[in-house]
């Protein structure tokens, strides 16, 4: 019997499903969620001749073991890693066929953080507001993935001559430094001339206390020049936070949509998948744009 | 309404946020950007989130542009008040509603009578999905978030914090003071919209059980 369907054999530190995001209800308080790093996910969707916007699995740090329970097309990407087929090493970023109840296992990352993982016909879990994403602020989309959770998965109708060939490298290098191009505002005259120069002079740290929602920083302090509350007000995906403490948040998918602490500058959307795959401790340098 | 032109800071490559004066040009402004969204006018801008005195516009291919062409915009007036409030049905024996009563100088059945007397409008949401923050109480009703928030408020959970009224949609930690409960479902994403309130969406609160009298 065909059953289009995975069993999580092991669900590893923290695994979502993931696709490009909820775009359109931040209005209703409701994050965009979505992969981190959505060129992975573009690329491994690529693979195995799925639509790029088709929900795929978000690993963090030591990947994941799925048993299909019918024949299926893979691929991992990402963050690079050993990839086993029933305890055979097979190939990272390409399509790889998996036997019907042979276990892949997605191994701890080599270098970087998250790995993303492609099934031909994509990840059917149920879609809530048009997405199937897992939304970690706010509890949308399934759970985490949990040992013997069954992920159905739609049917493969990826044009079998399109896989194995694509027209991207997989995997850009994963960041020795983060340098993140920031343009200053809505609220930089919330801080003092000096917090601003610290900001795009001083070298930060990425925290261990970073999740979904925001990229946390160790480093200097920004001070504020004014003080009392900001009104609540919408924000957006990149926002550079700085909370009472003055340590700048970098706002990622899962990030709320308003909030009442200072948002210094914005750094752009094209250097979020590189912080996706940053580790603690790596140096970040903000880098000011017009 | 119109006296001070909206102010509109740039927030990274492809998002406006835009200062007005008060809440209720907040307000006006909104619905005049979703006018002109509904009309065509703004082409990819796939949020537009009100929030206290701002308006974020994220998706604006030439925020330069917008943002010079938008303050010199003629803001049209809030939409008339057709039809009615929706009205939600309250137990009003929230843990701090005797403290709540005391802070406005009250009796607790005076609390009451006051929450219920005012027409109340969904300003933005935030804070979880379907979580609105409603305005309409006087301002001196204001009270502060409380010292230490509490871990877990329960899912309806009618609360107050510095001019708001809000309805936890679910069970999650926060500050507010709990006036009382509703039985409403805030937020059912099998539901169009998910969310019962809405930014602009007007609200009565009714004693829970009392005759219906002018809830609708």
Same mark, same amino acid.
């Given at each position: 019997?065909?059953?289009?369907?995975?069993?999580?054999?092991?669900?590893?530190?923290?695994?979502?499903?993931?696709?490009?995001?909820?775009?359109?209800?931040?209005?209703?308080?409701?994050?965009?969620?979505?992969?981190?790093?959505?060129?992975?996910?573009?690329?491994?969707?690529?693979l195995v001749g799925n639509?790029?916007?088709?929900?795929?699995?978000?690993?963090?740090?030591?990947?994941?073991?799925?048993?299909?329970?019918?024949?299926?097309t893979?691929a991992?990407?990402?963050?690079?890693?050993?990839?086993?087929?029933?305890?055979?090493?097979?190939?990272?970023?390409?399509a790889?066929?998996?036997?019907?109840?042979?276990?892949?296992?997605?191994?701890?990352?080599?270098?970087?953080?998250?790995?993303?993982?492609a099934?031909g016909?994509?990840?059917?879990?149920?879609?809530?507001?048009?997405?199937?994403?897992?939304?970690?602020?706010?509890?949308?989309?399934?759970?985490?993935?949990?040992?013997?959770?069954?992920?159905?998965?739609?049917?493969?109708?990826g044009?079998?001559?399109?896989?194995?060939?694509?027209?991207?490298?997989?995997?850009?290098?994963?960041?020795?430094?983060?340098?993140?191009?920031?343009?200053?505002?809505?609220?930089?005259?919330?801080?003092?001339?000096?917090?601003?120069?610290?900001?795009?002079?001083?070298?930060?740290?990425?925290?261990?206390?970073?999740?979904?929602?925001?990229?946390?920083?160790?480093?200097?302090?920004?001070?504020?020049?004014?003080?009392?509350?900001?009104?609540?007000?919408?924000?957006?995906?990149?926002?550079?936070?700085?909370?009472?403490?003055?340590?700048?948040?970098?706002?990622?998918?899962?990030?709320?949509?308003?909030?009442?602490?200072?948002?210094?500058?914005?750094?752009?959307?094209?250097?979020?998948?590189?912080?996706?795959?940053?580790?603690?401790?790596?140096?970040?340098?903000?880098?000011?744009?017009? | 309404?119109?006296?001070?032109?909206?102010?509109?800071?740039?927030?990274?490559?492809?998002?406006?946020?835009?200062?007005?004066?008060?809440?209720? %040009?907040? =307000?006006?402004?909104? *619905?005049?950007?979703?006018?002109?969204?509904?009309? !065509?006018? &703004?082409? /990819?801008?796939? +949020?537009?989130?009100?929030?206290?005195?701002?308006?974020?516009?994220?998706?604006?291919?030439?925020?330069?542009?917008?943002?010079?062409?938008?303050?010199?915009?003629?803001?049209?007036?809030?939409?008339?008040?057709?039809?009615?409030?929706?009205?939600?049905?309250?137990?009003?024996?929230?843990?701090?509603?005797?403290?709540?009563?005391?802070?406005?100088?009250?009796?607790?059945?005076?609390?009451?009578?006051?929450?219920? %007397?005012? =027409?109340?409008?969904? *300003?933005?949401?935030?804070?979880?999905?379907?979580? !609105?923050? &409603?305005? /309409?109480?006087? +301002?001196?009703?204001?009270?502060?978030?409380?010292?230490?928030?509490?871990?877990?408020?329960?899912?309806?959970?009618?609360?107050?914090?510095?001019?708001?009224?809000?309805?936890?949609?679910?069970?999650?930690?926060?500050?507010?003071?709990?006036?009382?409960?509703?039985?409403?479902?805030?937020?059912?994403?099998?539901?169009?919209?998910?969310?019962?309130?809405?930014?602009?969406?007007?609200?009565?609160?009714?004693?829970?059980?009392?005759?219906?009298?002018?809830?609708?």
């Amino acid at each position: 019997m065909t059953d289009r369907a995975v069993v999580v054999v092991r669900a590893g530190a923290l695994t979502t499903v993931q696709d490009l995001g909820r775009v359109g209800y931040a209005h209703l308080g409701v994050p965009r969620s979505g992969a981190l790093d959505p060129a992975a996910v573009r690329l491994v969707n690529r693979l195995v001749g799925n639509p790029e916007n088709a929900a795929v699995l978000e690993t963090t740090v030591d990947g994941c073991a799925l048993r299909p329970r019918c024949a299926v097309t893979v691929a991992v990407g990402g963050a690079p890693c050993p990839v086993r087929v029933d305890g055979r090493p097979a190939a990272w970023g390409t399509a790889v066929r998996v036997p019907a109840g042979a276990v892949l296992d997605v191994g701890a990352a080599t270098r970087g953080l998250r790995g993303y993982v492609a099934i031909g016909g994509g990840f059917e879990v149920e879609p809530v507001l048009g997405s199937r994403s897992t939304d970690l602020l706010s509890g949308l989309g399934p759970p985490p993935a949990a040992e013997e959770t069954v992920l159905p998965l739609g049917p493969d109708t990826g044009a079998a001559a399109a896989r194995g060939s694509v027209d991207a490298p997989p995997w850009p290098g994963p960041p020795g430094e983060l340098v993140l191009r920031v343009r200053l505002g809505p609220r930089d005259d919330w801080f003092t001339a000096a917090a601003l120069r610290t900001l795009v002079t001083r070298a930060y740290r990425v925290s261990s206390a970073g999740n979904r929602i925001g990229l946390r920083l160790d480093g200097p302090a920004l001070e504020r020049a004014r003080h009392g509350e900001l009104a609540s007000e919408g924000m957006v995906l990149g926002a550079v936070q700085v909370p009472p403490d003055g340590r700048p948040v970098v706002f990622l998918a899962d990030h709320p949509t308003t909030g009442g602490y200072p948002v210094v500058g914005v750094v752009r959307e094209a250097d979020l998948g590189r912080v996706a795959q940053a580790v603690p401790g790596t140096p970040v340098r903000f880098t000011p744009v017009r | 309404m119109s006296s001070a032109a909206p102010r509109a800071l740039r927030v990274g490559e492809r998002a406006l946020l835009v200062e007005l004066a008060c809440g209720e %040009a907040t =307000e006006a402004f909104h *619905a005049e950007l979703l006018r002109r969204r509904a009309a !065509g006018a &703004l082409p /990819g801008v796939r +949020e537009i989130v009100p929030a206290a005195r701002t308006v974020l516009l994220d998706g604006v291919a030439d925020p330069e542009r917008l943002a010079a062409e938008l303050s010199g915009w003629e803001v049209g007036p809030l939409p008339a008040r057709v039809g009615g409030a929706i009205g939600i049905p309250v137990r009003y024996d929230g843990p701090d509603l005797a403290e709540v009563a005391a802070l406005w100088g009250v009796s607790v059945e005076a609390a009451v009578r006051i929450h219920t %007397a005012a =027409e109340f409008r969904v *300003a933005f949401c935030g804070f979880a999905p379907g979580f !609105g923050y &409603l305005t /309409g109480l006087d +301002e001196r009703y204001g009270v502060p978030r409380r010292a230490t928030p509490r871990t877990a408020v329960p899912a309806g959970s009618v609360a107050l914090a510095g001019p708001y009224t809000g309805v936890y949609p679910r069970s999650s930690p926060g500050g507010w003071q709990l006036i009382g409960a509703t039985d409403a479902v805030l937020w059912d994403t099998g539901r169009e919209p998910a969310a019962l309130l809405t930014p602009g969406t007007r609200v009565r609160f009714t004693v829970e059980g009392a005759a219906a009298g002018g809830g609708r």
